[in-house]
Every structure is written in structure tokens, then in C-alpha cells.
């Protein structure tokens, strides 16, 4: 079985340690980041390289939310303005933006070789949310952010794309960012089934998640990455057994060495741990402690696979044309 891992690239290509490591471990995945992209040409022969390296038609994703989190840029690529600032000029067209939208992006990472999108975020936004997240997400109340990433994800569906539920069970409490330091979270479970989780339940079917680096001090002290706790709640209370993946260990949230961290992941109940910008031997050991990939990630990734499908038919031009007239027909809603 596969390594119960996601790992990145360290440039535009494989080197050879690069290449001997990946065939040896045999991560379940891989993820790119703007280093790793130049043209489509070079972003096509990187995919292609990553999935000969494992032997096996690999998935591959990337963080192309549109905004500050965008790695494939112009000129090569459309450039869209961060999603809150969308749906806002979109108004109550949307929800049919946003499918438009995240359709047109995934025809793009097709093109390159790249199935899988680390989106929709289906975070609250509120009043205390910090600004790294603010303007990442869809809005501020249930029914309208879980129509807007459903139909996000729709669009990805339709063109071959997996998305990734991000972040369950939920980051828009959070006052701090968790590249740098550990959020903690005191609201009471009903409250947040009522708010922060209440998206992500909506959105359960979906087939592959990101988890938060979070403290919700109701359940436990840890964050819920490595809390069997909280990742019983993802499963059971919230309804999501899709194929779960960490946010990226690397983070400054966590405590404690890669390997250490990986290791807590598994346990808590995670299918996979996302290591990202690590040195080669730290992802040797991330790889060992994390293992092979359990019975029931196993099968989970199996479902999610099976929605990956060839894209449906695309007329471009006449997507753009509606799009265009989404967003200047816009009616405040």
C-alpha cells in the first residue's frame, strides 16, 4: 500500500534524490506550490514525472483558491481576485459564479496534469477571523457559504478535478494564524454545530478534506489534527468520511518533530499526512512514522478516486461570456 503521506517537489523538476526517495516511499500523493510552477509545458512534464516516479496514476493538487492563494499565475494562467471579493461584486449571482469560476480552474490544472484542489473553504467568516483567512472565505452565514462551496465544488467535479474540504471543522473562530502560532477556540459544541460545523456537514459527501490546526477547548487540548477526539467528531458528528488529510505539519501550530507529528495525525484518525518545505530526510521519516495507508484510507481513497472523473464537454468562450455578465448584472444580496 501506499505511504500514508502528501509530499512536495523541491523545484520545476525532480533531481535524482528526489526521484530515488519518491519510487522508495511511495507517497499516496503530492502537492505543488508556486516554486514548482513555470509554464504548462514545465508544470505538465512534473506531473507526468511524479506519477511515473510511484508507478501509478498519482493524485496531485495544489492551493488555487484564486487571490493571495493562487500558484499558477499569469501569464500563463487567469489571475482571480480572492474569493470573498468575488462573490461580493457577484451578489446574488453567486453561486452560479463560483461553479463558473472554480469549472474554469480546474479545465486549467487538467491541462497540466494537476486533479485535485485544495478548495472550497468552508470557514465562517466573522468578526474576530484573522486576516490571513478573512478574505479566503465565502461569507458569514450557513446556507449561503455551503451554496457557494457547493457549487465551487460542482465546478471542480465537472472537470476532472478533486476538491478538498477546507478547513473541518472549521477556522473562522480563530484569531490567530496557525502558520505561526496554535489557535484555541472556547465555544461550546452545540454552538458550533449550529455555526462553524454546519457547513462542512452540509458538504459531507465530499470526497477529500483538510483538517484545522485548532484547539476547540470543549472537546481537548490538542489541536484537532492530532486529537482522536476531534477527528471522531469529523467523522460521527459533523458526518464526513471522506479521504482526510492534515493540513501541512509544518505548520507552526504544532509542537514537536515531523516524524512525532505525523505519527500523532495517524493516530488521531487522519487517512493522511500533508508534509510540505521539509528536507529530504525529514520526509523519509514522516513517511515511516505515518506508515502505509490503513484499511479504511485505503477504501476511502478508493471513493474518492471514483470521482475523479474525465471532464465533462467545455465551450470556454462561453463560459467567460456568462461569467462576465454574472458579474456586471450583480444585485446585492
Known amino acids: 500500500m501506499p505511504s500514508a503521506c502528501i509530499f512536495d517537489p523541491e523545484g520545476l523538476r525532480l533531481n535524482a534524490s528526489e526521484r530515488a526517495l519518491y519510487r522508495d516511499l511511495d507517497p499516496w500523493g503530492f502537492i505543488l506550490f508556486a516554486r514548482n510552477i513555470d509554464s504548462p509545458d514545465q508544470v505538465h512534464a512534473l506531473t507526468s514525472e ?14 488555487q483558491e484564486g487571490g493571495r492563494v493562487q ?20 451578489g446574488e449571482n453567486a453561486v452560479r459564479a463560483m461553479e463558473i469560476r472554480y469549472r474554469l480552474i480546474a479545465a486549467e490544472l487538467r491541462a497540466v496534469g494537476i486533479d485535485s484542489n485544495c478548495a472550497p473553504t468552508a470557514d465562517l467568516l466573522r468578526p474576530e477571523t484573522h486576516e490571513f483567512l478573512q478574505n479566503r472565505t465565502y461569507g458569514k452565514r450557513v446556507g449561503i457559504v455551503t451554496e457557494r462551496a457547493a457549487a465551487a465544488a460542482r465546478g471542480m467535479l465537472e472537470g476532472g478535478v478533486l476538491p478538498v474540504l477546507k478547513h473541518i471543522p472549521g477556522h473562522g473562530r480563530a484569531t490567530q494564524d496557525s502558520h505561526k502560532s496554535l489557535p484555541r477556540v472556547r465555544a461550546a459544541l ?46 460521527e458528528r459533523i458526518g464526513f468520511d471522506g479521504l482526510l488529510m492534515t493540513d501541512d505539519l509544518r505548520m507552526e501550530a504544532l509542537s514537536g518533530c515531523p516524524a512525532g507529528r505525523a505519527e500523532a495525525a495517524i493516530a488521531a484518525g487522519c487517512d493522511l499526512a500533508l508534509y510540505c518545505n521539509g528536507s529530504l530526510g525529514d520526509k523519509a521519516q514522516v513517511a515511516t512514522a505515518a506508515g502505509a495507508m490503513t484499511e479504511a484510507a485505503m477504501r476511502r481513497a478508493k471513493a474518492a478516486l471514483a470521482m475523479r472523473r474525465d471532464p465533462a464537454a467545455l465551450d470556454i468562450p462561453a463560459l467567460e461570456t456568462e461569467l462576465d455578465a454574472l458579474m456586471a448584472e450583480r444585485v446585492d444580496g
Open 50 to 63: 511524479l506519477r511515473e516516479v510511484v508507478g501509478r496514476d498519482a493524485v496531485i493538487t495544489v492551493d
Open 71 to 90: 500558484r499558477l499565475r499569469a501569464p500563463h494562467w487567469r489571475e482571480w481576485t480572492p474569493p470573498l471579493d468575488f462573490v461580493r461584486t457577484a
Open 190 to 235: 452545540e454552538q458550533l454545530d449550529r455555526s462553524d460545523f454546519a457547513p462542512f456537514a452540509a458538504l459531507a459527501e465530499l470526497p477529500m478534506g483538510m483538517t484545522a490546526h485548532i484547539v476547540f477547548e470543549e472537546v481537548d487540548d490538542r489541536p484537532a489534527t492530532i486529537s482522536p477526539a476531534m477527528i471522531r467528531i469529523i467523522r
